[in-house]
């Protein structure tokens, strides 16, 4: 077995082992890729039945990854791990529930309150909390994004991939390069017909905006992820309590810029209180159980 825990006898078609996260990585974009792809070429909109059957598929490339690999790669000790992982509730204690719960909104509120304070609108209710009162089915579509996709994808992204990542790098530099990964995931979106990416455009602002975005709240969830004693249900729950926040707050264009950038300062307060290395107060970043040998 190799230093980083990755069994040397596995090795993918470049060469890698497959425990290497870049396996991963390559895996799961191409999984998530061969059906969002098709959606460019052939101008399917998300907005259809069909577009919905595509981006769910795509949606799935993650988690589909990270118990795939999860079962090459572990043993049954690593696997069961991984499902109690999701399950367990004890992991994540009142405190974590607090922070998952009022963070993302409380920096969407910030974020709006420092925009009414030059002027602007600061926010208003989404779409979907207007709609609700006249037609219940409003919600169904912020309930969909609140729900499904983070349960397919932190399967993978923290589920896994984040594990093999602090094998080898601090928990800092692994929330790093998993933002940076996952924010690139969502490229295809932007040329899709009725994704919420699409609306943002190609090259604006919006567009380079989006992918910085990703990147704190990759922080946030390692952050969370490592001191809930590497609970992927945490990572879940803080996951949709972001996409919550939005659901049910609609900030101005100029408030969503200093929601990013109060999520960049959130991320930094984080390592400069708890550190880079870990994340936590510990000092070793949580570890998995080793693969097997075979």
Known sequence: M???GTRPDLAGATGLPVG???TFFAVTY???WAFWLPAIVFDVSFGTAEGVALLVAGLAGPGLGGIGFTYLV???RGRADFWQRLRSVRRIGLRWVLVIAAVPLALSL???GVDRLFGGVGATWAEGVV????N???ILPALFFVTLPPVLEELGWRGY???RLQLRWSALVSGVILGVAWSLWHLPLFFVADTYQSGLGVGTPEFWLFFVSVVPLSMALSWVYNNTSRSILAAILLHSSANFSGEIVAVTPRADVYNVWLWVLFAVAIVAIWGGKTLTRADEVPKPPLPARR
Request: hydrophobic share 50%.
């Open 161 to 163: 991939v984040l594990d």
């Open 136 to 138: 219940p089915l409003t």
């Open 74 to 76: 572990y043993d049954e």
């Open 131 to 134: 709609g609700f009162a006249a």
């Open 110 to 112: 910030l974020a709006a």
């Open 30 to 32: 191409a999984v998530t």
């Open 2 to 4: 190799s230093i980083d």
């Open 20 to 22: 290497s996260p870049w």
